[in-house]
């Protein structure tokens, strides 16, 4: 089923999104703060959406829409284990007009919520690059809370930077 927020839509991503999804993967401002990975090309994120396992409990990705229906970004969540109830959460979005809209605050707390009520999860972590100032501050705005850093485990220009991990339990989530 699709997640619906105030403001975004939640939903099944598919072949038709690579040529989206690879112009984010090579957008520098987009990646700043995420590990870039190697050059693919649009062919290989095709085959790559075209041939994972369909959406279930241990890896679910969703593209994020916004109002008018434009696909802008994606939430993932992953590495669900039932004897913990705990995934990971990666979120991004990649149509920069886009941000700064409150769309990936919605964003976050409708996968929170879907993670918690529909999957049952327990408790949700996600680390985050301490200089990403906007992505913390909407962590912790929906409840996420600082556990620990991370030190030195990533490099932008030239320079070796801290990770928060966070986590937020069912209860924090607002
Ligand atoms: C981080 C990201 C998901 C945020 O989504 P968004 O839709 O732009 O965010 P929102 O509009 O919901 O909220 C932005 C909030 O951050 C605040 N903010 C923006 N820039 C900021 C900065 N430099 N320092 C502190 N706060 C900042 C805004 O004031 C706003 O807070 P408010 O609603 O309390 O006023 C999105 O910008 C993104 O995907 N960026 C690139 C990829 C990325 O960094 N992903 C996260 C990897 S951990």
Known sequence: MDAYGDQVRLRAMD???????????????????????????????????????????????????EPGGTLIGLVRLHGAEPETGIAELDIYLGEKDFWGKGYGTDAMRTACRYGFEKMRLRKINLTAVVENEAAVHIYRKVGFIEEGRLRQVFRRDGEWIDKFTMGLLAHELR
Do not use: I
Request: charged share 30%; no cysteine; glycine share 8%.
């Open 15 to 65: 072949v038709a999104d690579a040529e989206a999804l690879w112009r984010w993967n090579h957008d520098a401002e987009v990646m700043r703060w995420m590990d870039e990975g190697y050059a693919e090309t649009t062919a290989q994120v095709a085959k790559w959406l075209g041939e994972r396992p369909e959406n279930a409990y241990g890896d679910v990705l969703f593209g994020v829409e």
